[in-house]
């Protein structure tokens, strides 16, 4: 290693100058990660570019112009620099040079790629962003370390070369965040737009990576927000890849195509039907094609949401070094725990949001999924009523995206978990078991209480759809029941549904109090049962000091985050696993019969579902029918008269009243329908009266010999 580093040697910290790396690590890894990281990103980037085709309307401008210049300059410094260590190889050692050469042909590659992302691209290239800004803050530290390392310091020519090139970079970084003038209107002459025009569109697909993961893109509108209150129309409108319409094309691919398999396996339908007349429900169920669910969901938003794991991941990294960094001492590592914090704050926002457009897409697919199923329900099926319907968009996918969120917390608590162990471990040693002892039993005590969080949230669950049928059936009939007076029953009906959903809701949050009850005591058991048992294992050279007691505490107290990650997991993997199973009962149920719809009809049909000839279409106005209603009474006087006279010449004759009695009372019976009827029966008769003439007249519009067809 002595050829290939320099006097110092191989290692990570220097032990000549203070909070400082070795050159040695400095060149063999620091310095290679920007290079390494565009080189890699390279030819899949160049191959996308290229591939999409050039821009109309670009030109060469100002900017450009300087940034091509600014990266040849950084070029050059990188070529004097390889110059410098190459005729000084036996003081710099060979790292120097394979760090040089690096940045040579990482370099290179940026020119190349600055090229085709300016006149291929509207938006500013993310990969170069990322090697711009990583080259500036990782050259910083060499060059420290060279003023430093160098006795004549700046006036030495190797210094002033490593602290030009770190200028330069971060010109180049500034250059590329500035966007094209026109970069809303660029165009290619291939592209198809399938996306209306917004209104006030976002302007989030066209900012750069920097202004992405800082949210500034959002600037403008909190701007506005402090000049005064801001109304709907202000608001951004959603972006492009969140709406529901491309979303929708890509299930309903995903359904189709797996229709398609499924259409191959009609050959099992012997199989299917030799099963259940065997009576092997279960074979049959196996056999019978049925929706994936969970393929489905992924393969419409499993890109977005297992890149929410990224950031995820880089959060838990620099959010778990900053109890490394509060042991040491000195202004650097001061430096560096706030730097952490910002970090852990931007990686943490990124994954929030990026897990929330997760969320949106799932519930756009499942929402057009029940949707599109209860348009092909079979009679049987919608019995259930709208009420399981509803409950199925609203409830069941709420759960289904809360359960959705929960799945990244749940494993990054884990991780979370293990690291803060492992660092325990270090401070109190063979004391860590004891707290981790409490920890297993009280997993162990809430692990009791989820069968029955999943039991009454499936019951609380049935007791819903039954409130929402009743709610619907109500709706739908309101004036039936207000005409017959039913209003008390139902509300009785609706009050006892609601009391029952009631119920199982106080059971299930009873279960759930006790639940985080047992979550919440795990840090302070912790603490005391871990001091307690490292008090009595304590040696000389490792004492329960202050120190060590403060350090405990603020690791133990670092696990109540993924803890409580863990409590509001359980809960939502319990009611979010009974939600899925509804919904994919729900989507997996009985359908219409395509042999009872005619897709494809005979070309030698006609093709005409209904056809109307000389046909004469009106309807009577209110005059009419009051009239009508008139004539209906005087002809029912009429005829009671007439049955008061039948009875008193019955009574004459001394005979039973039964009959003539009946013959009254039927005759007293007169509805409005029986005078709309009347109404309607004068329209058709075919000897019209003087007085039916009369009454047509009074008709609204009338249509003679009209013709119609529906295809």
Known sequence: MSSFCDAEG?????????????????????TLIPSGFLMIYLSPRLLTVVGKGRLEGVKATPVFYVKMLTVL????????????????????????????????????????????????????AAGLLVFWLFST????FPTRSWIQATPEGLSSTLPILKLVF????????????????????????????????????????HTNFFKRITFLWLLPLLRLGKARTLRMDDLYNINPKLLSYPLYLTTKAKLDSDEAVALEKVEKGAAIKKAREA?????????????????????????????????????????????IL????????????VVASILSSLFDGQFQYINYNAGLKARSVFVTLVYRKSLRLSTTNKQEGMGSIVNHMSTDVDKVVAFFDIIHLLWSAVVELIITIILLYKEVRYAIFASIGVVVIMFFLSGLISPFLGKNNRASMKASDRRMKLINELVGAIKSIKLYGWEEYFVKKITEARDEQLKFFRRFYSWVTVFATIMNMITPFVIFVTLAVYGTIATPDAPLDSRRIFTT?????????????????MSAIVTGRVSFGRLRDFLNSEEIDDTNVVKH??????????????????????????????????????????????????????????IATAAAADSSVSTLDDAKDVAVDEKYDETPTETDITTRDSMGPVMHDVNLQIR
Not at 290 to 318: D, E, K, Q, W
Not at 553 to 569: A, D, Y
Not at 626 to 633: F, G, R, V
């Open 166 to 205: 770190t200028i330069l970079a971060f010109l180049a970084f500034i250059l590329e965040n500035i966007p094209k003038s026109n970069y809303k209107s660029l165009t290619r002459s291939n592209s198809i737009t399938i996306i209306p025009t917004q209104p006030n569109p976002s302007p989030e697909p």
């Open 137 to 140: 803050l990782i050259s910083i």
């Open 73 to 124: 300059a950084a070029f050059a410094v990188q070529l004097g620099i390889l110059i410098q260590v190459v005729s000084n190889n036996d003081l710099y050692g060979s790292s120097s040079i394979l760090s040089t050469v690096v940045y040579l042909v990482g370099l290179a590659s940026a020119l190349v790629l600055h090229w085709f992302e300016h006149f291929n691209m509207a938006n500013p």
């Open 553 to 569: 505490i603020t690791l133990i107290n670092m696990l109540q985050s993924p803890l409580g990650q863990l409590s509001n997991s």
């Open 326 to 337: 509060f042991s040491q001492l000195g202004f650097g590592y001061s430096i560096a725990v």
């Open 601 to 658: 009809m005979d070309p030698n049909s006609s093709d005409i579902a209904f056809e109307v000839t000389n046909g004469t279409f009106g309807w009577y106005t209110p005059e009419a029918i009051e009239a009508a209603i008139e004539k209906k009474q005087k002809e029912d006087a009429a005829k009671v008269k007439e049955a008061a006279a039948a009875t008193a010449a019955a009574n004459k004759n001394k005979k039973s009243p039964s």
């Open 279 to 323: 009576g092997d429900d279960s074979e049959a169920r196996r056999l019978t094609p049925r929706i994936n669910l969970t393929g489905t969901i992924f393969h419409t938003v499993g890109y977005t949401f297992m890149s929410a794991a990224i950031p995820r991941v880089f959060y838990i990294c620099v959010y778990y070094i900053r109890p």
């Open 10 to 30: 191989w290692a990570t910290f220097s032990s000549i100058r203070a909070m400082d790396f070795t050159l040695c690590f400095q060149n063999s890894v620091i």
